[in-house]
Every structure is written in C-alpha cells, then in structure tokens.
C-alpha cells in the first residue's frame, strides 16, 4: 500500500532540502516521523524515505565524512538522484521512484566503504533500526522486517538489546492505532 502521494511528495522535498542545507537534526527528525507514518500504513515507500533521511543524518553526523575531499561530489551525486526520485514520484512512476531510492541507498554505501569505521554497513543498521522502530509502533516483527527489508533475526536482536519494549508509551492497543492510521489516512 502506498501513502498519498501528496505527502510523500513533501517529505522527499523536506530531506533534499535539508540535505542540501546539510542539516542533520532535520534529517533525524523526518526519519523518525517517516517511519511512524511507514509503520501505521505498512508503506515500503515512506519506509525508504525513512531509511533515506536517516542514512543521510548519520553521514552528517560524522566529521570524517563531511571533511572527505569527495563529499560534495556524493552529496551533488545524491541531490541528483533525490531530484530524479521526486520527478518519478511527480510522475506517479512508483518503480522509478523506488530504483531511485536504491541509487541513493548505493551512494551511501559507498561513501560507507570509502570512509566508514565499522563492519555493518550504515544502511544496513537503518534498516534493523527502523524495522524496530515500526515494530515498536506495533508491526508485528516480520512485517517491520519486511518493511524495512532488514533481516529479521537482527532485528529481532536489536529489539532484544534495546529498552524500548520496556516503555509504555510506545505499546499503544490497536484501537488507538487504528484511529491514528484512519486519521492519517484522511477518514
């Protein structure tokens, strides 16, 4: 299923502009709400959006990438490609949009390689994460899994070392979901 186009529209257009203005705590904050709206619809599309944004803060994050002499020419590489998705997207070209997004998820994995400090792949950890987060936000673990198309033993891992099934707050009953996804959804 996918989200109405309009808002899918806007956040892609949020991340490219915060991206362009390389503001990371924007960028953090658009993955975290894509995902909650992914995650209340079962969106692989906002999903992506989601693991996108996330990526993208977290390479802003750390100095080692942003000081790299080869920095502009990824962050020009994925403006272009972010700009190809939202015209697909405009178009109403859902595969273009999604082969897009995987050229995006392919520069960051190799400013990952080049510059990364760590063995897992920081798209890889976006997806166990995020698929968390959606499970969190009441997904069963397979769906999350799928959502985020992470491995579902790792994420069934992360969601075992986190405290976050711990909180209250995020266990709300279906009801309450039903009515924030029937709100979201204009109903």
């Given amino acids: 299923m996918c989200m109405g186009k309009k808002e899918l529209l806007k956040a892609m257009g949020s991340v490219r502009e915060s991206l362009k203005k390389e503001d990371s705590l924007e ?13 209340l619809s079962n969106d692989k599309a906002m999903a992506s959006v989601s693991l996108v944004a996330y990526s993208l803060h977290k ?3 750390k100095e080692h990438f942003v000081k790299s002499k080869k920095w502009k020419q990824r962050k020009k590489a ?18 273009a949009f999604h ?3 995987g050229s995006i ?18 798209f890889d950890k976006a997806r166990v994460k995020y698929a968390a987060d959606a499970y969190f936000f009441g997904l069963s673990l397979s769906q999350a899994s799928s959502l985020t198309r992470a491995d579902r033993k ?5 969601v075992g070392f986190t405290k976050l099934h711990d909180k209250d707050a995020a266990a709300e009953g279906i009801g309450k979901r039903l009515r924030a996804f029937r709100k979201a959804m204009g109903e």
């Fill in 105 to 122: 998820a392919a520069e960051v994995q190799k400013m990952d390689r080049s510059f990364g400090r760590y063995v897992q792949s920081l």
């Fill in 154 to 158: 790792a994420v069934q891992e992360y």
């Fill in 27 to 39: 960028l953090r904050l658009l993955a975290n709400d894509s995902i909650k709206k992914a995650a």
């Fill in 78 to 95: 994925i403006l272009s490609c972010l700009d190809r998705a939202l015209a697909s997207l405009e178009k109403g070209k859902m595969k």
């Fill in 99 to 101: 082969k897009c997004m």
């Fill in 59 to 61: 390479i802003l994050s």
